[in-house]
C-alpha cells in the first residue's frame, strides 16, 4: 500500500505561483511513476506532469515551460512548481502513484488540493 498526501494548494492571482507537494509513505520502493493531475468542474482529470523511478520527466503541452515538477527521494516526496498561473488552472491537483506488486501494477491517488486561480 502506498498513502499519498498533497499540500500548498491556494489562492493566488493570474501570473503568480505555487508550489505543490507530495509526501509518499507505505511501500514507497515499488513506486515507480508518481506524477500531478488535474480536475477543473466539469471536466475530466488530466495529466500535469509525471516523473518515473528513472528520472524522465514528462509534461502536458499546456503547461510546459511554466511547470516543472521534481522529486526529494530523501523526503519521500514529489513537487510541482507552477508559475505564471492561468485562470483555466484553477482545478482540484491530485498526486498520483504507480507502483509494482510481483506482476500487478496498482495506482493510488491522493486525496487533492484546490488550486485557485483568480484576481
Known amino acids: 500500500q502506498v498513502q499519498l498526501v498533497e499540500s500548498g494548494g491556494g489562492l493566488v492571482q493570474p501570473g503568480g505561483s505555487l508550489r505543490l507537494s507530495c509526501a509518499a509513505s507505505?511501500?514507497?520502493?515499488?513506486?515507480?511513476?508518481m506524477g500531478w493531475y488535474r480536475q477543473a468542474p466539469g471536466k475530466q482529470r488530466e495529466l500535469v506532469a509525471d516523473i518515473n523511478s528513472g528520472g524522465s520527466l514528462n509534461y502536458a503541452d499546456f503547461v510546459k515551460g511554466r511547470f516543472t515538477i521534481s522529486r526529494d527521494n530523501a523526503k519521500n516526496t514529489v513537487y510541482l512548481q507552477m508559475n505564471n498561473l492561468k485562470p483555466e488552472g484553477t482545478a482540484v491537483y491530485y498526486c498520483?502513484?504507480?507502483?509494482?506488486?510481483?506482476?500487478?501494477?496498482?495506482?493510488?491517488w491522493g486525496q487533492g488540493t484546490q488550486v485557485i486561480v483568480s484576481s
Open positions: 498520483n502513484a504507480w507502483s509494482f506488486l510481483g506482476r500487478s501494477t496498482l495506482n493510488y
Open positions: 507505505g511501500s514507497i520502493s515499488s513506486i515507480y511513476v
